[in-house]
């Protein structure tokens, strides 16, 4: 099992462009989440989803659009990338409730 | 709000001493929680777990005690060594479903050979 996997590993984008991170999973998870990660602060969560095609807010949602349209996948979307959004982005799945979260390797972005 | 957090940033030990790392919690409806270790440059790598109906469990040379009167909980590493250097988080559930993690800013362990 490959586990929990990411692309890409870094980015670098320009204010106001667009992209998608790709998180995808082969445990079989109903539950998949994604973190963002900063300098000198623990993983805040952005959304996360409960089932294929279901998606919740996190703490810092604001900024970002999930879907997820096949179980073994969860994408984080921004649609027009500020500078706040330079960060750490981190996947992570678990098979059930109150369960282990396993994480992706991150991926790293810089939005100048 | 919710929040978890640690009380030292950076820990430093010996080589082969005992570490421990503590971590303070405000939800009182959290009855999971769980200690992460991060290297650098990785995703956060599960360490153990406890319910709030234990006050200890054990694994292997780590021990996490929990003490919800006071809404505390500790890793203790055993024998420490240079592998040990990371970056450790405690988190604890929240949420209807309690399946979202608040996580703990970090502190910072290194192991001095």
């Known amino acids: 099992n490959a586990g929990v996997t990411q692309t890409p590993k870094f980015r670098v984008l320009k204010t106001g462009q667009s992209m998608t991170l790709l998180c995808a999973q082969d445990m079989n998870h109903e539950y998949m989440y994604w973190y963002r990660q900063d300098p000198g602060m623990g993983l805040r969560l952005i959304h996360y989803s409960v089932g294929e095609g279901t998606t919740a807010k996190g703490e810092v949602p604001d900024g970002y659009n999930v879907s997820r349209l096949k179980k073994q996948n969860f994408l984080l979307g921004l649609e027009s990338a500020a500078p706040s959004q330079t960060s750490v982005y981190f996947c992570?799945?678990?098979?059930?409730?109150?369960?282990?979260?396993?994480f992706g390797p991150g991926t790293r972005l810089t939005v100048l | 709000g919710e929040s978890v957090g640690l009380h030292l940033p950076t820990l430093s030990v010996q080589e082969g001493d005992n570490s421990i790392i503590n971590c303070a919690y405000s939800?009182?409806?959290?009855?999971?929680f769980i200690w992460y270790k991060q290297e650098s440059g990785k995703g956060p790598q599960f360490i153990i777990d406890?319910?709030?109906?234990?006050d200890k469990r054990q694994g292997q040379r780590v021990t996490v005690l929990l003490n919800k009167t006071v809404k505390h909980l500790s890793l203790q590493i055993a024998a420490t060594q240079p592998g040990d250097s990371a970056v450790y988080f405690c988190a604890g559930t929240w949420g209807e479903y309690g399946n979202k993690l608040v996580f703990g800013a970090g502190t910072i362990l290194r192991v001095k050979s």
């Open positions: 992570a799945s678990s098979p059930l409730i109150e369960d282990t979260q396993y």
């Open positions: 939800n009182s409806a959290s009855d999971y």
């Open positions: 406890i319910r709030s109906n234990m």
